[in-house]
């Protein structure tokens, strides 16, 4: 996550000055440089995936690569070295030490994400600055990266929200299968009591048109906004399946509360998951 030797020239921007082979390097600009793309880059992995880790654990990062990148550049002989050093070494441990990932797929994403706005913010700042035909000078064009990368990365985290808010999953029941669309819903944290299983929650009446009539239902209580005792009728089916790509997750023996056909009649789903059936997510539309 580092613009390395970049180099001021005059005052009027920033330029990469090379004499007779030999590279001259403002330590202030290189700092400043990477810092900023830390910040962003820290910033993008915290809104994109939503971590809420706080402002100062960003700030800490942020400051832990520039040294770290710094003193690297200081003692390392060559531009590869450097290079190898801070990508493979500084940057993914400020990675794991801003968001403190304890497994190696969310810490992997981390570390994709934040190179991305990396080069994002690196793309549109060349852009802008080369190419602005002198309108950008190199600061405005830093500042003005930054600030549309940050958009362009809550743009995309929207859609993404938008496009893995529904889920297509498959019931088994009395050997007959039917396919449906449901939400998915981190709000449902229904559990039935009985079994201990959590319940997801499904149009009566697409129930009723697929399977008849629901054959030993019992009642679940529960709570929500504007009915504070009531109960709820369930059922358990032989299956309820998600897919993954070419493989599909089982639940057997999934319970499944039969709600008013109201509550879904203007819906886009006939389903309401309850997460705790799909902890680590399906194939998403």
Excluded at 180 to 186: E, G, M, N, V
Excluded at 215 to 230: A, M, Q, T
Excluded at 258 to 272: P, R, S
Aim: aromatic content about 12%; hydrophobic content about 45%.
């Amino acid at each position: 996550m580092k613009n390395a030797f970049q180099t001021r020239s005059g005052g009027d921007g920033f330029q990469t000055l090379e004499v007779g082979g030999i590279y001259e390097v403002y330590i202030d600009v290189l700092a400043a440089n990477n810092f900023f793309a830390d910040l962003a880059a820290l910033l993008a992995v915290n809104l994109f995936r939503r971590k809420y880790v706080r402002a100062h654990r960003i700030l800490t990062g942020a400051v832990i690569g520039t040294v770290g990148s710094c003193l690297i550049f200081l003692i390392c002989a060559s531009p590869a070295a450097y290079f190898l050093t801070v990508h493979f070494l500084v940057n993914p441990a400020v990675v794991l030490l801003t968001f403190g990932e304890k497994s190696k797929q969310d810490f992997f994403s981390d570390l994709c994400i934040g190179y991305f706005a990396f080069l994002l913010i690196g793309g549109i700042t060349e852009w802008l600055y080369a190419g602005g035909m002198g309108f950008f000078t190199y600061e405005a064009a830093v500042a003005a990266a930054l600030l549309l990368s940050l958009f362009l990365v809550l743009w995309l985290r929207k859609q993404l929200k938008n496009r893995i808010r529904y889920a297509q999953v498959r019931l088994k029941q009395n050997g007959k299968h039917i396919r449906l669309r449901a939400l998915a819903d981190s709000g449902n944290l229904l559990t039935d009591p009985y079994t201990g299983k959590p319940v997801c929650m499904i149009d009566r009446q697409v129930y009723e048109t697929a399977y008849g009539r629901p054959e030993n239902v019992r009642l679940i209580p529960y709570e929500s906004l504007g009915c504070r005792h009531g109960l709820l009728e369930a059922v358990t089916i032989e299956q309820l399946s998600y897919a993954y790509g070419n493989k599909t997750e089982n639940v057997n023996r999934a319970v499944l509360g039969l709600t008013d056909h109201a509550l879904f009649e203007t819906k886009q789903y006939q389903m309401i998951i309850n997460p705790q059936e799909n902890p680590t997510g399906g194939r998403y539309e």
